[in-house]
Structures are given as C-alpha cells and as structure tokens.
C-alpha cells in the first residue's frame, strides 16, 4: 500500500471509531421497568412520566438513532436539526444505524446548508423552543448535541432578523476569529444559546449529551452551549465586536439587544436541573488513529489534539516538523541542523499557544524513535482561516496546501536537503467531512505538488493567495488528493497525518 493509501485509511477507520451511535450507547442506559432510571455514565435520573428528545448538530442523526432504541416507548416525541442532505448521504453511504427507523417518534428537520443558519433551521429551532417551553417537572429533556449546533438552532433576539446574525457571523468567521470568540457573540445575540434552552426547558430535568467538536472540550462553547450557564457578558462580546472591527458597523437591531443585554451573565444555581456530559471527542479519534498506524508498521506519536492557530502558522510547524522527522530517519537527528529545526519548533509552538503541548516531551520521544521504523505523526484540532481572497476552499484544504508549497520551498533550498531521501504524505481533513463550503474532507499533499502543479499550468502560490485551495485541488491532476468522504454523521473537529518513509539509507 502507497502511504496515501494508508493515510486515507487512517482517516477513514478514525472516523469509524466516532461514529455517535456506539459512543452514545456507550454512555447511556435505561434500567428498571417500573421506575425507569435513565442511566448517564453513572449518574441516576429517575424517568417520573414523559421523556422528550431534541438534537441539533451534524453528528445527530445517528445519536437520536442510538438514543431511541434505547428509550423504546417511553420516550414520547422527538425533534431533532440535522443538516441539509445528511439522511441522503447516510442511505447512499449505506449507514442504515445513523438513520431512525420508518417510525420514528422522532422528526427531522433539515437545514444549514454549508454549515449556515437559514430558514429551515429557524423552522426547527422554533419547534424545539416550543416543545421546550411546554415541558413540566415531570418531564425529562435529553439533548443531543454535536458541532455545526450553532448554526442549526438560530434563534436571533429580536428584532435581529436571521439574514443579519448570519451576515455578522460570516464577517467574524472571514476575519479569523477563533470559535470561542463566535460563540461568545452568537450566545449574546440568541434566545436559545448561552444557556437559553434549559432556561425555557425548566421545571422538567434537562440532561445533555454532547459530542465534543471544539479544542477542550469547553461545555459553554460546544454549539454555543444552550444547556450550560454562560460565563460570558456582553461586555465580552462587544470586545470580540471591537477587535474584529465590526462594532461601528453593526446593524440597528443588533445595537438594540446589546445595549438591553444583563451585563451579567445568569447565575450558576439556575442550572441545578441540568446535567450535560461529553460523550466523545477528538482524543478518541487519535487514540484509534495510533492503534491503526502502529498496526501498519508505523513509529506513531500523537502531538496534540487541540492543534489550532492561524493555518499558515500552523503549516510552519508541520512542515518544520516532517524535516525533522527526514533528518531522524537519515540518521541525522542529533546533528546541528536537527538543532535548529527543534528550535524553530518551539518558537513556533510558543507563538501558537497550543493548550496543553509539552513540545519538548514530544521532541525527546520522537528522537527515540530511530531510523528503522516508517514515523507517523498524528494531530487534530482546528485551525483559522483569514480569508483575502474569494476562491472556494475550507481550513483542511488549504493546511495541506500550505504544507505542500512549505515542503516544496524546503527542499528546494537545501542541497541535499532530508526531505528529498524520504517518501512524505501529509494529510488534513474534517471528521464531519465537509471543510467549509466545499464537496471535500480535506487533502493529500506532499513536497512534489508545486512542481507537478506548475506542468499542468497551475500556480500554488495564486491559488492561496484567493483562498481558493478547493478549485486547486479539484483541477490538480484530476482531482486524484482531494479527500472525499460525503457527510460523515460525526463530527470531532479535524485531524493531521504526517507519514514518512526513507527511501534511501545514509
Ligand atoms: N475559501 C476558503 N478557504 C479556506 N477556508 C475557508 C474558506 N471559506 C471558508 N473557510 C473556513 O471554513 C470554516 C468553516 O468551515 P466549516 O463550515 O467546515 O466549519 P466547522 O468549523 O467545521 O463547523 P462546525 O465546527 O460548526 O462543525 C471557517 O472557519 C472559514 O474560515
Ligand atoms: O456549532 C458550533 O458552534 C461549532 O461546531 C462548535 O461546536
């Protein structure tokens, strides 16, 4: 197998190990006929009379799925915000347990075309509000969640109208901001984020299960978290406003709310009928992801999972860190120029701020790894995109071409340079399999894609520089390193592959 073949592999079986259906039955049990018992990773909450579901995020489907076999009868009627076109991918993918059966108490709601709020999902979200709204302290809510829950339940304070919360939060997103800073604005601008939902939901028991698709696994930002007390005030958002440069070009109804919102955010003790529990993330993915590369014949080390910055930062470090793997397989890991790649390394990691990376941890067992060994190299995250330009491309597509152009630069500059006596793969793709508005996952690159790409006429450099890495990737050599997968029904944010192996012994 060529090391593309095991790259999308990797990807492929990482994505199998978060599919919600297992990791939701693995979390949750009914128990007891007579007094049933809702079972949540060891926590009891007793099931008094009606028990209601509801759901909005891309990994959804398949964890409403799960969650009525298990509730059988008793759970009463369900309503649940999926995206636009999942059910069709999942039926065509032949992933008949993400979809509910013929009939489901359950209705579904399709909406968010490409991960936007729009009509269809204000339709759903208005229908859970009101299923919310009429619940009693008899009543149990469970609430599924999993990323892109944002955008499938707008609920806009008015007079904000959805066309301009969704025109604020896409001039945010192209100015870089990072999802904590989104959903900071989002929850300040929503009747149902930042706590909103369990508010309406109270007296009944709210518990929420959450699938994790943001960098540690913050409960208040996942989704921009409607079942949890929101830490955040408006003065947080308006200095998000003010850092992006939008706060004097706010539309009127947007001004209005914010200066009518309680600067204080609601207390924590209005929350003792909730309970929202994780049930999956990232770590899971990699964990399996390394299982399977060691499996193939790999050395694999995991870097982070909680990779983020700006992607062009970040394809600096992946490239600096392929070179430093070439020079350890050329038997060249204690050399000077391995020196100052691993300096280069942690200047970079400092700038980038990666919560929890102990890079000199990482470094020391990389070292041990030896020359004998094919290395693969695993991370995931999120990175951030500012975009310049108006092309097609989504935060994976454009990693990878950043690297293949860093790579390329490498071993151009250097005579002799370890990079060209090894054989390298980089992979970057989305677990939900969308990367922003585009068909793909993500993409395969490696340090010969800029010359290729030059005979057949395409520029890697103008490309990025448009932002445009999906129509790159789409006309480069047919196609043949896009990542396509169809929607995935998951959804742990992104992950990195770096495979390499020596071609030839020094
Ligand atoms: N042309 C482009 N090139 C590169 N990145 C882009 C481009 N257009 C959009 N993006 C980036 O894509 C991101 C949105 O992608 P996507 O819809 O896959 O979001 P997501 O973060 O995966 O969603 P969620 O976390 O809600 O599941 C934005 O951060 C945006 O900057
Ligand atoms: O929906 C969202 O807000 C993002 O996917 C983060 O969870």
Redesign the pocket.
Known sequence: MSLREHALSLFRSVVGTVRPAPMLKRAVKLQGDGCPQLLVKGQAFPVKRDLYLVGF??AVLGMAAAAEEILGDHLIRGIINVPLGIQESLQRAGMQEMLLKPHSKIQVIEGAK???PDPEALKGAVAIQELAEGLTADDLLLVLI??????LLPAPIPPILLKEKEKLTKML??R?AA?QELNIVRKTLSLLKGGGLAQLAYPAQVVSLILS??IGDPLDII?SGPTVASSHSVQDCLQILTKYNLLHNLPKSVETVLSSSPTKPTAPEDYSHVCNVIIGSNTLALDEAKRQAEDLGYATLILSTAICGE?GRVATLYCQLVQLVCLGLASLGEGPRSEEVRGNLLQLVAELEIPGLNLANFLQALQGLGPERPVCILAGG?T????Q???????N??LALRVGLGLHRARAMETGSPLGRCEIVFLSG?T?G?????EAAGAFCSPELVEAALQEGLDVEAFLS?????TFFSQFQGGHHLLVTGLTGT?V??IQAILVRATERS
């Open positions: 995020g891309k490409n991960n936007l999993s990323g892109g829950g944002s955008a997103a192209s870089g999802i698709d943001v989704a992607v999120e951030t995109v500012q975009l330009g108006t092309g097609k491309g989504g935060r597509q454009e989305g939900d969308q990367d922003g508005p585009t448009n932002n445009d890495s999906y959804n944010m992104d």
